[in-house]
Every structure is written in C-alpha cells, then in structure tokens.
C-alpha cells in the first residue's frame, strides 16, 4: 500500500528491510556483520555509493539470486588485498557471489562496528533469517520511505501512520506498534547537538587560548626582569622606545608561532596516523583555512599578550637599569 502512487502520491520510493548480524566467511576469513535483506531501489534511497562493482538490480532480487553487495570495511576483513568482485562467501553456510563494494561513508561510525553486507530482500528472508509472516506475507523490520518533496515531509509521516494502523488492525484508542523516525527532525537534533558541541569546544579552546597566553605574558615579563641590564645599555645607547617595544613583540610573536606550528604538525600526523587505520570510523579532514587560522590565533595571542611586558620594557629608566643587578 504504502508503494501504491494512487494511496500515497506524496511517497516517491519505498524499500522495505529485514536485518539480523550472521557470520560471515571466505575460507578461513570469518567476521561477525549485519546482513541486510533490502529491495534494489535501497542503494539510492539510502544514497548508498558503489565504489566497485554494482548493487544488485531489480531482475537479481525478483529471481532471488544469492548475490552481496560488500561495505568496505567488510571487503577489507573478509579479502584484505584481494580484489572480492565475482568471488563467493558463505553467509550462514550458503554460497554467495560478490557483485559490489560501497564506498567508505565518511564520516559514518557505524560501519566499523556493524561491517554491513546486502542480499536481496526475499533472498535474505527465504534463505538467511527468520521472518514471521503476517496475513502470508514476510514481516520486514523497518520500511525506509523517500517524499517526493521535502515540504511533504510531516504531511508523509501522517498518511504512513494511518496506513500502517490500518494495515495492524489498530482501534482509535489502541498506541502504535510501530515507530516512525523523521529523518528531518533526526538532523535538526543532530544539528542542535553539533552546535552544542561546536560551542562547547569553543569554549575550552578560548580558555586554552587565555591559559597560554597568561602562560606567554609570565614568560616575557620574567624576560624583561632579567634583561633589565640590557634594556638600559640598549636605551643608553640611543635606542628608542618603539625599538624595545618592537624587540620584545617580535620575540612573543615568535615564541607563539612556533608553537602553533608545533600544533599543525602534530595534528597533521595524528590525522595521517588515525586515516591510516582501516578500522577507524571516519575521516578526519583538515582544511587549509583551518590551519591558517590556528597560527593567526597564534600570532594574534601572542601580540596581545606580549604588549604589556613590551611596554613595561619602554617604561624602564636607563639609568635605573643599568644599576639594576
């Protein structure tokens, strides 16, 4: 009902999916991995992206074909170095043939854990799981539904709900015995938690930032007490104020922007050193402009907090330092 354009014109495409974790083996490469039965039209609703090979087609899944679809991480494990397109698995002691690898979903945790593999739906549930049936039909686990419009979004979400009640039989009064997750609404919560998130770390590096420039203004003017000497032979000998004053800005500047740099070298190794592990969830991406901005940060810190020990410096009577000890 709920892939019938005349019932539902607002839902533009359906798939319905059954999923349980099985394990999964090519010789003696064996792995725990969420098997997932789902329909042909799965890959672009979920915008799944084949990297190699193909998803499975309308023609396999009607013919029930034991043909998988392999994530990357799961390709990984099950054939390191070997290229999988065309070889065969046993999913649960059947034989299955390799006919894609999806690319590796940036930025996706999910996968490292549940190393997903896709088989058509009747494959998976004939075959592989299960499945009760209802009024002799398989009972699928969860239907991913796509509007038409984005607009239609809530409007969708209603009409499922009265399909779906009526389909189980439910009465006015009777609660849901199914759950309808708003994809909308699941990345406006998201959204609200990374900029949650966003502030937050705002927060600790702004007072990172204050710690280590106070650390920076303790450091130069410790300098300025020990170089008093200096200062009043320079003044003495006809140095002007703006000459100290410049002395000392470019050393705090210096001192801050090798410590940024020693920053953007570290976390270009991390970064390259975690990318460097197949199992790690996501990837860790630096933007350019993000490391100019940390040694602007750097330099910026470093003249506000160098001007108060550069301007006791010019402050300093020659005369009174060069008796100074």
């Given at each position: 009902?709920?892939?019938?354009p005349r019932?539902?014109?607002?839902?533009?495409?359906?798939?319905?999916?059954?999923s349980?974790?099985?394990?999964?083996?090519?010789?003696?490469?064996?792995?725990?991995?969420?098997?997932?039965?789902?329909?042909a039209?799965y890959?672009?609703?979920?915008?799944l992206?084949?990297?190699?090979?193909?998803?499975?087609?309308?023609?396999?899944?009607?013919?029930?074909?034991?043909?998988?679809?392999?994530?990357?991480?799961?390709?990984?494990?099950?054939f390191?170095?070997?290229?999988?397109?065309?070889?065969?698995i046993?999913?649960?002691?059947?034989?299955?043939?390799?006919?894609?690898?999806?690319?590796?979903?940036?930025?996706?945790?999910?996968?490292?854990?549940?190393?997903?593999i896709?088989?058509p739906?009747?494959?998976?549930?004939?075959?592989?799981?299960?499945?009760?049936?209802?009024?002799?039909?398989?009972?699928?686990?969860?239907?991913?539904?796509?509007?038409?419009?984005?607009?239609?979004?809530?409007?969708?979400?209603?009409?499922?709900?009265?399909?779906?009640?009526?389909?189980?039989?439910?009465?006015?009064?009777?609660?849901?015995?199914?759950?309808?997750?708003?994809?909308?609404?699941?990345?406006?919560?998201?959204?609200?938690?990374?900029?949650?998130?966003?502030?937050?770390?705002?927060?600790?590096?702004?007072?990172?930032?204050?710690?280590?420039?106070?650390?920076?203004?303790?450091?130069?003017?410790?300098?300025?007490?020990?170089?008093?000497?200096?200062?009043?032979?320079?003044?003495?000998?006809?140095?002007?104020?703006?000459?100290?004053?410049?002395?000392?800005?470019?050393?705090a500047?210096?001192?801050?922007?090798?410590?940024?740099?020693?920053?953007?070298?570290?976390s270009?190794?991390?970064?390259?050193?975690?990318?460097?592990?197949?199992?790690?969830?996501f990837?860790i991406?630096?933007?350019?402009?993000s490391l100019?901005?940390?040694?602007?940060?750097?330099?910026?810190?470093?003249?506000?907090f160098?001007?108060?020990?550069?301007?006791?410096?010019?402050?300093?009577?020659p005369i009174?330092?060069?008796?100074?000890?």
């Amino acid at each position: 009902a709920l892939a019938d354009p005349r019932i539902h014109p607002e839902i533009h495409a359906v798939a319905p999916t059954n999923s349980t974790f099985m394990r999964v083996a090519n010789g003696n490469q064996a792995i725990e991995s969420q098997v997932t039965g789902a329909t042909a039209t799965y890959a672009d609703i979920k915008n799944l992206k084949v990297e190699r090979g193909r998803f499975f087609n309308a023609a396999e899944e009607s013919s029930q074909q034991r043909v998988v679809v392999l994530s990357s991480l799961a390709a990984h494990d099950l054939f390191k170095n070997a290229d999988p397109l065309g070889q065969s698995i046993r999913i649960n002691n059947e034989p299955f043939t390799v006919v894609g690898i999806l690319k590796k979903s940036s930025g996706d945790d999910s996968e490292a854990y549940f190393r997903p593999i896709y088989t058509p739906l009747e494959v998976a549930q004939n075959r592989l799981i299960n499945t009760p049936r209802y009024r002799g039909d398989f009972v699928v686990s969860e239907i991913t539904i796509q509007v038409t419009d984005r607009d239609l979004i809530s409007y969708a979400e209603s009409q499922v709900e009265q399909t779906l009640r009526l389909r189980h039989d439910l009465n006015v009064n009777d609660k849901n015995d199914f759950h309808i997750l708003n994809q909308a609404r699941l990345l406006e919560i998201a959204g609200n938690i990374a900029n949650m998130m966003t502030a937050l770390l705002g927060s600790i590096g702004t007072v990172s930032l204050l710690v280590g420039g106070i650390g920076i203004m303790n450091i130069m003017l410790v300098s300025v007490t020990e170089r008093t000497s200096e200062i009043g032979l320079r003044k003495a000998l006809g140095a002007q104020d703006s000459d100290i004053l410049l002395q000392f800005l470019i050393e705090a500047l210096v001192l801050c922007a090798l410590g940024s740099l020693i920053g953007i070298i570290l976390s270009y190794s991390v970064s390259a050193l975690l990318n460097g592990i197949p199992d790690f969830p996501f990837d860790i991406i630096l933007e350019y402009w993000s490391l100019l901005l940390a040694l602007a940060v750097g330099l910026f810190s470093g003249f506000v907090f160098g001007l108060y020990p550069a301007i006791r410096a010019t402050r300093l009577d020659p005369i009174d330092a060069l008796r100074y000890e």
